[in-house]
Every structure is written in C-alpha cells, then in structure tokens.
C-alpha cells in the first residue's frame, strides 16, 4: 500500500513539472518586438511603450515600430500616444501588432513575422531619462523659427542665453549653476555633437529629445542634452 502510495506521489508530481516550468518562464523577460498602427493601418511614430516604470520606455519608429528587452508573459504593455494611454496584455507573446483606435480602444495580435525578424527587427530599445519629447509640428506652432527660442517656450525648466545676433545662445536643462565649469547642455543633431543649434530651423526638424540625464554621451552630457531630430536624418 505505501509503495502504491509513493508511486502515486511521484505520477502527481511528474504531472506538475510543466505547470511549474511555465510559471517559472512566465517570470522571466524576453526580448520583445512590437509594431503600432493606427485605425487606417498607418505606422505610428513617436508613441512611448513601456511595462512599470514610465522613465524606462521605448520610443516607436517612423514604421511604427519598438522593441523591448525585458518583458514577462504575464506583462501588460502601456502605449501612450497623444495624451490616450493603451493597457495591453502581454498574454504570452513574444511579438505584437496593435491597431488603436479612438482614445483607450485598440486591437491586438501577435504576429509572426516581427517574431521571425528576432531581436534585431528594431534596433533601438529602451532608453532611461528623465526627459521629453517635442515634436516638430509644436516647435512650428510657437511661431518661432530659432529652435532654441521655440523651444525655450515649450521647457519649463529650460533656460536660453542669448549671444550676439542669437549666435553663441547658450541652453541650461538642469537649471544648475557653477563657477567652476560650464553648465551649458550638449547639443546633438541627427547623432552627432554639435557646437551650437545657431541656424538650426524649427520647420526642419522632425522631433527633439530633453535629456536632463544624459549619461550615454558620458562625461559631455552631464548637463544634460538636446537632442534634435532633423525630418532629413529621420528618413535616412
């Protein structure tokens, strides 16, 4: 009787293996690649994607495209685009197609192409800041043409300094001051350092990023940076 017992024991927890394998792997992340369209089927740039922490997120393409490093099945995606944030369930998958529709209404599936392209269907992942994004068509709607100046109206915290003729226009995030060295932010145009945003047109640029931490450019952003997006650069 008790051998009968243990062998039953044994079936029981053979039988559990697998419940407990699914729990476990629904417990640890994977890489995630995600696509956004709208309700005509058009991508959707620009919208913010993260799982819990809002200051860890990723930014979607110009193809509507994002990817994710770290996302559990049991996850729940949160899309914000335009002010409307989409709650949307992992479920399971390792890729995903969402259509939104009006305000918090949306469709989604997985989807296996974006599946079959792996990791490297989207190049850039998440990013950490405490920053924003402003679009080109809200810098063109302050009706200023120097992009620090329209720029200065739409960043609370962002302070301009003018040189001669607007040229030499200095730009401090961080609100900080010193008088040992400068506090100047850096300045970055379509990836590449930049002296001065002098010249820089509100009507040519696609989006701008405020970093106020900007430690991916190492010893030079710690005073933050602006990062501008030319429409050029973003269709390359």
């Known amino acids: 009787m008790q051998k009968f017992l243990n062998m039953k024991k044994l079936i029981v927890a053979l039988a559990l293996l697998p419940l407990a394998a699914i729990a476990q792997n629904s417990n640890q992340g994977v890489p995630f690649n995600g696509v956004i369209v709208d309700i005509n089927n058009e991508p959707v740039k620009r919208a913010r994607v993260f799982v819990s922490d809002a ?40 890729s995903i197609r ?9 469709t989604a599936e997985g989807d296996d192409y974006i599946l ?83 010249g820089v047109s509100v009507y040519s640029v696609d989006h701008v990023e405020i970093l106020r931490d900007a430690n991916i450019y190492g010893a030079q952003g710690g005073n933050g940076a602006i990062v501008v997006y030319t429409k050029r650069g973003s269709n390359r």
């Open 55 to 94: 200051d860890r997120y990723a930014l979607s393409d110009r193809q509507g495209r994002f990817g994710l490093t770290d996302v559990k099945y049991t996850d729940t995606l949160h899309i914000k685009y335009r002010g409307d944030i989409y709650l949307v369930p992992v479920n399971g998958l390792k």
């Open 98 to 106: 969402v259509r939104l529709a009006d305000q918090t209404q949306y």
């Open 116 to 198: 079959s392209m792996g990791f490297n269907y989207v190049k850039t992942r998440e990013r950490l800041s405490s920053g924003s994004v402003i679009t080109g068509e809200e810098l063109v709607r302050t009706g200023r043409n120097d992009l620090l100046e329209a720029l200065q109206g739409l960043v609370p915290s962002l302070r301009v300094s003018k040189g001669h003729m607007g040229e030499g226009a200095t730009a401090n995030i961080r609100n900080s001051t010193s008088v040992n060295g400068p506090t100047e932010a850096l300045y970055v145009v379509d990836g590449v350092i930049v002296e001065s945003l002098f």
